[in-house]
């Protein structure tokens, strides 16, 4: 399997690490959003494998300098290069779609090809994890369809998305064009690796369709109080194909069609 996803995270503010995710994908991937989380565009290929791990730090709050009781964090192997890390959950084994749900309800419907990647099938609808995550690092790679006529422009181009806890979501979409937009223009907060509908990203990192891409995300969760007021806000970092387009941005609230929605609480969600 060559794309990988991989979701950690060192440490929250309450001492606990949460690590999550990694995926990788080879041959052709195209995302699609629809109306659910991992949903179908035109001709979409994804490989997810999962990496989740929850390690509780001590209770001291304070450490002196070089302080020999200060714990250490947990060693990780690092594998072959595009392995997952030894403490890796995998989501996805190239061979089956056991950790993942339709989001119409039962098991997932995709199409897995050369025990090496999936594709949205037609009428499928989207897919999402079993399990649920909160702080995250995420690694995805993905790749749309060539040969997708000029006539198909904006939202149409093998549209998708990556959502965080089922409600945060990365934009998916073919977005490659010339520099001043002469074509393949779409809105910009609607654009690849934009957080759909709020925030465009710093630059245009997106390469030709058939050309992998690669996402590499760390989410943090929002938190929230005893009456489940929201008391600091869903940030992330995301890398496209190496490129920074996004630094500890914060995420509003649930991502929506051409409107702001309101914050409500919830808690750890599915990836999809």
Not at 125 to 137: P, V
């Amino acid at each position: 399997m060559r794309g990988i996803i991989v979701v950690w995270w060192p440490r929250d503010v309450s001492g606990v690490r949460d690590r999550s995710c990694q995926s990788r994908v080879r041959r052709k991937e195209n995302m699609m959003r629809g109306k659910s989380r991992l949903a179908k565009s035109a001709g979409y290929l994804l490989a997810v494998v999962l990496l989740l791990g929850v390690t509780a730090y001590a209770a001291k709050e304070k450490f002196s300098v070089h302080d020999k009781e200060r714990p250490h964090p947990p060693v990780v192997k690092s594998e072959a290069y595009g392995q997952p890390p030894s403490d890796a959950t995998v989501l996805f084994n190239g061979k089956d779609l056991s950790k993942w749900k339709s989001d119409k309800g039962g098991e997932a419907k995709w199409t897995i090809v050369d025990d090496d990647h999936m594709v949205v099938s037609p009428k499928a609808g989207g897919i999402h994890t079993e399990q649920a995550f909160g702080n995250c690092q995420l690694h995805i790679e993905w790749k749309t369809p060539e040969g997708v006529p000029a006539r198909v422009t904006d939202q149409s181009r093998s549209n998708s998305g990556v959502f965080f806890m089922g409600r945060y979501e990365v934009q998916v979409l073919d977005s490659y064009t010339d520099v001043n937009y002469g074509t393949n223009k779409t809105y910009a907060d609607g654009q690849a690796s934009a957080i759909y509908g709020s925030h465009p990203p710093m630059v245009n990192a997106c390469r030709k369709p058939g050309e992998w891409q690669t996402y590499d995300i760390a989410f943090v969760k929002p938190l929230e109080d005893g009456n489940g007021n929201c008391t600091r806000k869903a940030r992330g970092t995301l890398f496209h194909n190496g490129v920074c387009v996004h630094n500890n941005l914060e995420m509003g609230s649930t991502t929506s069609h051409k409107v702001k929605a309101a914050y409500k609480p919830h808690g750890d969600g599915p990836i999809g």
